[in-house]
């Protein structure tokens, strides 16, 4: 156990999505907005449509006050439960992220409250990293698909909707190509001056 830390604390208890003393960040990348934003207009628009039903079927049940306050009640339900329904899935939406140390790669991807999967791979098992924007929205809000290519019968990581996926793409490779050098470990590293260092950029993309 470490000294001064508590024994929940320690590194025996620690899962592959915390990030180890001895590891230094490069960047942290939550989804982009643009993935989730047609939940948010359908919502809207289911909302838009069952209000205006409700205020063409109001005179066929007469225009009590005790029609209207029933009718206010449930809209002001359905409001409250589909803002409950947005929070929730925003939130799950906001758990999935990608990040990169100077030693590993961690992906957690949440497709549910109960469903989650998180994954780390060593910047050892880095063969390659692209990077994709398809599309008009893709390329004026500045996200894509990135590609993390593993070594072996590793799965390849797979990040939907991912801010700046070019430079995202260009971290990895450069975090990888120093730690190669750092461990001096044989690979591919790309063009570039050894000296030359990756910055502690700290990319949190949070919108």
Known sequence: MVAGKSYR??????????VGNDERIMCIVHQ?????IFVYILSFLCLS???????????????????????ALVSILAVFLIGLMLSLATFIYRKSKLTVTDKNVVQIIQN????????????????????EQKGI???????????????????NFYFNYC?????????????????????????SVRNRPHTQKVENTNLYYRY
Do not use: C, W
Request: aromatic share 10%.
């Open 9 to 18: 604390e320690s590194e025996y208890f620690k899962t592959i999505e915390d």
């Open 32 to 36: 982009h907005p643009f993935g989730i």
């Open 112 to 131: 549910g409250l109960l469903n989650r999967k998180v994954s780390q791979l060593s910047l050892a098992n880095v063969e390659d990293v692209t990077s």
């Open 163 to 187: 801010p700046n996926p070019h430079r995202v793409a260009k971290i990895i490779l450069h975090a990888k190509d120093d730690f190669m050098l750092a461990t001096g470990q044989t690979g």
């Open 49 to 71: 449509f069952a209000l205006f039903g409700i205020s063409i079927s109001l005179p066929s049940f007469g225009g009590t006050v005790i029609n209207y306050g029933t009718i």
């Open 137 to 155: 929205f893709s390329n004026l809000f500045s996200y894509g698909v990135l590609n993390i290519e593993t070594a072996g019968e590793q799965t």
